[in-house]
């Protein structure tokens, strides 16, 4: 190759376009038949098209006799990774090493394949050398996914900083880095690395769906709407869909989660979404569709949560057998990730005591409910509701309504109801309402409390949503 070939080759990879690049180095290989360099570099591009990509391992595969064998064999190692031959890959990018000491290029790919495979710990010793060695800001980044990965945050922060040193724009480590302060409850922080992301990428949907949860969490609810609308508006994907109607139920607009729900649903089955149907379904006393979407959860890694749910609908439709059925489904599950043993025990103790006959309207719970400690009961509601409210005729209109119900038949300690009553109640503001958020604790002085729906003040239970399924 002459000293003008030479010059355009460098010209044409500068060039951003892809097939772009592949045509005009086609055109010079016609003229260069024999150059290895230009064969290499036209191989390393057709490589990245999966149509083409067996050929170019082969082509490659002839090369490495003629052209440098660290660049070859690195170039059939990313061939590999992009083809998910793992193994394969770290043979080739290990041959690349083994001519090339230093690649830092193929001890990064290398770090990445061991992590895909599992072996993280070798990856990290790949990745280690690297930030010592140069500084490398992908090097930081996987590291920093790797400690993240290991629960080890003070590492996983710091990596993720020294990227940020090299590139304060990097929008995936801004995004980790609220991901990382969001898992610790360091909302405000988390907002603060999801708005400078954001200020890179404003059409970023997980990043607006990020910010969404974040306002939601610390209760500034217009913004976590006109957030989660845009994700929506932009990338109406399950995730972003999940949180619009988290932040629904929070309103009390149950009418308007269930949509979103439901609109979900025919864009992607995605299992939370379909828990959180059911429980809403569950709720409002309609089983039949609930038990539609929990069907659609078996078989997923929220299984068991389904199963839970499920029983609890048998048991309320007197469908004993099927309880049992759930539960001994939950008991032979591998995992139990999502259930509590303690509500496991409860579904338990209730079929037992469903098989004795020793729960009706007038339930075992009913009669330590009438029996409650009715001092301690108002010491501990008194502060979520006006300071003329007659809380003792609150509480036994809220005990006649849950015995009417029948709702003890799958109530438990610090369980929670929502029950509409018929004249308003107050918070400490004077605000009116006429429904109560109701926590039960079934022990030893069988206390009540109790707080209107909109009050963040109920010392036991301080969301009025219903109970959390999702992890969010």
Not at 207 to 232: P, V
Not at 322 to 332: Q, R, V
Not at 351 to 358: S, T, Y
Request: aromatic share 10%; net charge neutral; glycine share 4%.
């Amino acid at each position: 190759m002459n000293k003008e070939d030479k010059r355009l080759l460098h010209e044409i990879l500068k060039i951003k376009d892809k097939q772009k690049k592949i045509e005009e180095l086609s055109k010079l290989y016609k003229q260069n038949e024999n150059d290895p360099e230009i064969m290499y570099w036209l191989i390393k591009y057709i490589g990245t098209n999966p149509k083409y990509r067996t050929r170019a391992k082969e082509l490659m595969k002839l090369l490495s006799d003629k052209y440098n064998p660290a660049n070859t064999n690195f170039e059939l190692g990313k061939m590999e990774a992009m083809d998910k031959n793992y193994e394969k890959a770290i043979k080739y990018l290990d041959e690349a090493l083994y001519y090339s000491p230093n690649f830092g290029g193929a001890k990064l790919e290398i770090a990445k394949c061991y992590k895909k495979v599992g072996k993280e710990y070798i990856a990290k010793d790949y990745l280690i050398d690297l930030t010592r060695a140069n500084k490398d800001k992908a090097a930081f980044y996987e590291l920093g996914v790797i400690y993240d990965n290991e629960k080890k945050y003070e590492k996983a922060r710091e990596c993720y900083e020294n990227v940020l040193n090299i590139n304060g724009r990097d929008t995936r480590t801004l995004f980790k880095l609220g991901l990382l302060e969001e898992k610790l409850g360091n909302i405000t922080l988390a907002i603060y690395y999801f708005e400078r992301a954001l200020a890179v990428n404003p059409e970023d949907s997980y990043t607006l769906t990020e910010l969404s949860k974040c306002e939601r969490e610390i209760g500034n609810y217009e913004k976590a709407k006109m957030y989660i609308d845009k994700a929506i508006k932009r990338k109406p994907e399950a995730v972003a869909m999940l949180e619009k109607g988290l932040l629904c139920e929070k309103l009390e607009n149950y009418d308007e989660a269930y949509n979103t729900y439901k609109q979900s649903q025919k864009i992607e089955n995605n299992s939370l979404i379909n828990l959180r149907l059911a429980l809403l379904l569950k709720q409002s006393k309609n089983f039949d569709e609930a038990k539609e979407n929990l069907a659609k959860v078996l078989g997923t890694d929220y299984e068991v949560r389904a199963l839970y749910m499920l029983s609890e609908i048998y048991l309320k439709e007197n469908e004993i057998e099927k309880a049992k059925e759930c539960c001994n489904k939950i008991e032979n599950a591998k995992s139990k990730a999502g259930l509590t043993h303690r509500d496991y025990k409860r579904i338990l103790n209730y079929i037992k005591h469903k098989e004795n006959n020793q729960i009706d309207s007038s339930s075992v719970f009913a009669k330590q409910m009438l029996d409650y400690n009715e001092e301690e009961a108002i010491r501990i509601t008194k502060d979520s509701f006006h300071e003329s409210t007659d809380l003792k005729n609150i509480m036994n209109k809220v005990k006649d309504k849950l015995t009417e119900d029948n709702y003890f038949n799958t109530m438990s300690a610090e369980d929670f109801y929502i029950i509409e009553l018929d004249e308003p109640v107050y918070d400490k503001d004077g605000k009116a309402n006429n429904k109560v958020l109701v926590i039960t604790l079934v022990n030893s002085k069988n206390i009540i409390t109790m707080a209107p729906t909109y009050s963040n003040n109920c010392l036991l239970y301080t969301s009025p949503s219903p109970r959390d399924i999702s992890g969010s």
